[in-house]
């Protein structure tokens, strides 16, 4: 049992996510502190202090004896087994460690981390730890791990760019539209090494440890081109340079992370076209102007 009251935070009750949440993500939503108190038993931990959240999952830092970790529960359906997979992958290299889990039940033990996290760091800082994590997780992959490889997305998405492009009133000028095909067509082009990708990269999920160093929770796992990586760290971190900077941080970047300078321009502005159409798509509006910018702005 937990030693403490487990309390959710109004925070998580009240995020978009549950707006339309089925009545099974509901009535895990409503059980949710026994689910705390009965995974505490289980597992022979006890908590260790207030419960925090993202969007879709609470971490609830525990204790198993001296040590401390984290206790993080999600509805089982929200992609708890990918998480696992990849952070079983990994094996804490780069990523928060995982001590033991259950995926049909949404559950994972996971290596402690501070609330700190790079979105808080200064630019400068932030860019150059994330290039190294970066380069951390870009590690050979076997060839039939059977994971979604990076380049079938985008042969996948690319024919459906123009048409959304027309659907929605042709929103922006058809230079992006053209621009963002051509980089389909360099990224398809040719063959080279896939290494692993996380496909959701940006600083607000960059921790640091215990150790001091940087650790990515809720990491996607892809297989493909290394450059693929970053462009979200652009749209969620843009609003802290001006428009004339976007070029040489987005060099530094590159450079951090040790990406091809010729194949890591191709990528992004095909990643920001497809975003920019998708948060149009979905009604977002802050986002879809952020995308504006950067199309401007990105090396050609």
Known sequence: MSSVPVEIPPTYLAMPRWWSATPEDRAWLAALPGLVDAWCERWSVTVDGPVAHGAHAVVVPVRAGSDAAALRLAPPSHGVGPLASALKFWQGHGVVGLFRSDVAGGVLLLERLGPETLAGEPL?????????????????????????????VVRARTPELREAWTRLGRPFPERHLAAAEAAADVILAGSRPAVAVNGDLHDDQVLRAADGGWRVVDPVLLVGDRERTLVDVLWRRVDH??????????AALVDAAGLDPGLAPVWARWRVTDYWLWGLDHGLTEDPERCGRLAEALPR
């Open 124 to 152: 400068g800082v932030a860019t150059a730890e994330i290039g190294q994590v970066v380069r951390r997780l870009s590690v050979p992959v076997p060839p039939d791990v059977g994971l979604p490889h990076t380049p079938d």
């Open 241 to 250: 340079v001006r428009d004339t900077q976007i070029p040489s941080w987005f």
